[in-house]
């Protein structure tokens, strides 16, 4: 047994330029009943050695923006507009070669089912092995040894005879380790991580954050984490990005976004979660209606159909104007500063205690 | 398979007469509805290629002990195959028990049959995790929510139409929309369809196997707070069965918490989330996420591994292979599920050593991931 308390993370020197920025990220789809506008104008910058938090509700274009950066789209019926520039790279006009090139060795994904993301047919040790002999032409033996080296370090037990093992005889936090090793092996720059543990029990869950954690504090890789938890996000993240229907309408520190959100939107996901600490007798403040088709998303805000506030803005802007994000801190609502504090600070903010 | 695992009745070993947890801290302190004592289920295991086999079998539930008092919630938490689902369809006897005794309303009805159960079918109800699995996708909402009422063939006055407008109209949907079919609803819609379902027989006992989880976290609240209004203004009493454990203890006057078949800890809503005594209660709400960025000044707790396999559970206590308490009286002798000192009246915990009744912070945060304790004691030693 091992017991001990957790050093504070140092802080990493500013750097001028973000390692990843993108900008206007527009993502489209030809679908038979019409254009799917998934992501829809997305700006967001990740340093490195930092986690950016993405949560939003299901099919708000997390994991699109997601397979966007890696370049995994088909671009037959998938159309791309915007920038997504990695370390000075711009991605989004990068050949299929470049960015096969760079996934795996500068970048690196987590996904959230283990089974279908590792390839039966192969025993582990080999899916972890064979990026490293790829992008880094080492040797079979080499490979080898650094993926049991990998395995030690994610914490299964007995690596040198687990390498051989295929991922069915694993369980489902093993293999789901055995991913966060296969993603780690070439010490990408940048790790995402589309809802890595959701499909896990909370004990496991709560184990392997906090090794994605302590591996980032090792390596200095920045990661994104994508989830509708607010409570892992909490644990993980140093910035976020709450998206609705493919926008981000909110952005800020984790902080900014858990204790003084801006956006109705935010408030209402707030709201509709209960606290292990909160009083029972409260009923929970859901959001009402429900989420937005894509095909055919609400004009002006598209949170307007389901916003308690849109009343207090003036006129019908929030069903017209679109709100715009502004740079930085901020959120796309036309509501003014002074009315974003104040609701929050007497409608919302009691709710939350 | 080691050995035949035998069940603890709270009155054989419990030190005070402790009772059952429902006449010491029920809801309503209303009077016992459903008790379940050393409730099985084994699922066998074949094998063999010719002639099949029994080899084992999956220890789902073994040996569960629990009441439900009228009109109030039991929550029931743990992790994935620790047998909730199990247990909730034992209780609505969807499935037949290995061993023990479900007694509803006065009544033995462990091994009733079909036929045997009718009268009391209409009162005990289930709603399921996946609204989109549990409604038939070529019937009316009102097909489907009147259902019940023809299987059972009752016939409220004013007709069953008139009454599944009503329902319609309570879980807050359009009572127009009785013509519609469930592709035409979101999920948290069809959720409601099936709590309708649910209700159209006025249940005294509704079994909720995780009715949330498979929303999204806005539709949540929605259907959350309209079974707490089911249960509070219909006085329905609820086994609402759940792994997150903040939407339990909001819904929930009391919570039993299982492990690998067993309930290791059952008591009222505050002693369980704030005065737990199992390691594992302890170690689960550790591991629960907060939407608080500050440190909250709860204690951390980090496990090793996984959940081990309800084919072979541990010997002794069957959380052993995790606890960071285990001592050689872990493994030989199973722990009975009792009032221990210190805890109130309906508070009953299994565990030969436990912890103290707090769950703030300790000196030292405890790690059993050897991945996890490695890294940070390496982070530790070169600052
Ligand atoms: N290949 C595709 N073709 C057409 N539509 C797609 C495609 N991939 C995704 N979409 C649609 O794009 C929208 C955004 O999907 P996305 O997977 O990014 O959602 P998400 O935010 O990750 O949701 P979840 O939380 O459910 O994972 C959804 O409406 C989805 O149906
Ligand atoms: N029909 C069945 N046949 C064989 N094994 C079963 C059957 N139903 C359940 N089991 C097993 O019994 C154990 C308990 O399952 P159960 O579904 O009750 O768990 P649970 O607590 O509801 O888990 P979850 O949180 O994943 O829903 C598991 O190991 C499961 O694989
Ligand atoms: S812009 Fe209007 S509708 Fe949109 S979130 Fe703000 S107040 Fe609500
Ligand atoms: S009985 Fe022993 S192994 Fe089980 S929880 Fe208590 S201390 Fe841990
Ligand atoms: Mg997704
Ligand atoms: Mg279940």
Known sequence: MTTLTKPEAEPRPQESEHFLSVRDLYVQFATEDGTVKAVDGLSFDLDRGKTLGIVGESGSGKSVTNLAILGLHNPRNTTIAGEIVLDGQELTGASTKTLEKLRGKKMAMVFQDSLTALSPYYTVGRQIAEPYMKHLGASKKEARDRAIEMLGKVGIPQPQTRVDDYPHQFSGGMRQRAMIAMALVCNPDLVIADEPTTALDVTVQAQILDLLKDLQQETGTAIILITHDLGVIANTADDVVVMYAGRAVERGTVRDILKTPEHPYAWGLLGSIPRLSASVDVPLAPIPGSPPSLLNPPSGCPFHPRCTFAGEVGGDRCATERPVLPEGRGSACHLTPEQKRDIFIQQVQPRLR | ?383
Request: glycine letters at 10%.
């Open chain 2, 1 to 383: 398979m080691s050995e035949q695992v035998t069940l603890d009745q709270p009155e054989d070993t419990a030190p005070e007469p402790a009772k059952d947890g429902a006449s010491g801290a029920g809801a309503g302190g209303g009077e016992t509805l459903l008790e379940v004592s050393g409730l099985q289920k084994y699922f066998p295991i074949h094998g063999g290629f010719i002639v099949k086999r029994r080899v084992g079998d999956v220890r789902a539930v073994d040996g569960v002990d629990f009441s439900i008092a009228a009109g109030e919630s039991l929550g029931m938490v743990g992790e994935s195959g620790c047998g909730k689902s199990t247990t909730g369809r034992l209780v609505t006897r969807l499935l037949e028990p290995t061993g023990g005794k479900i007694t509803y309303a006065g009544q033995d009805i462990t091994h009733r049959s079909r036929k045997e159960l009718a009268p009391i079918r209409s009162e005990i109800q289930m709603i399921f995790q996946d609204p989109y699995a549990s409604l038939n996708p070529r019937q009316t909402v009102g097909s489907i929510v009147s259902a019940p009422m023809e299987i059972n063939d009752i016939n409220p006055s004013g007709g069953r139409e008139k009454r599944v407008r009503e329902l319609l109209e309570i879980v807050g949907l359009n009572p127009e929309h009785y013509n519609r079919f469930p592709h035409e609803f979101s999920g948290g819609q069809r959720q409601r369809i099936g709590v309708a379902r649910a209700l159209a027989l006025d249940p005294k006992l509704i079994v909720a196997d995780e009715p949330v989880s498979a929303l999204d976290v806005s539709i949540q609240a929605q259907v959350v707070n309209l079974l707490q209004r089911v249960q509070k203004e219909l006085g329905i009493a609820f086994l609402f069965i759940a792994h997150d454990l903040a939407i339990v203890r909001h819904f929930s006057q009391r919570i039993a918490v299982m492990y690998l078949g067993k309930i290791v800890e059952i008591g009222d809503r505050a002693s369980i989330y704030e005065r737990p005594r199992h390691p594992y209660t302890h170690a689960l709400l550790s591991a629960a996420p907060e939407a608080d960025p500050d440190d909250d000044g709860r204690e951390r707790i980090r496990l090793a591994g996984d959940v081990p396999s309800p084919i072979n559970p541990p010997s002794g206590c069957r959380f052993r292979t995790r606890c960071w308490k285990a001592q050689d009286k872990c493994a030989t002798e199973e722990p009975p599920l009792v009032q221990i000192g210190g805890n109130v009246a309906g508070h009953l915990t299994a565990c030969h050593f436990p912890e103290e009744p707090t769950i703030t912070a300790r000196k030292e945060d405890i790690v059993l991931d050897p991945a996890l304790a490695a890294i940070e004691e390496a982070a530790e030693e070169t600052p």
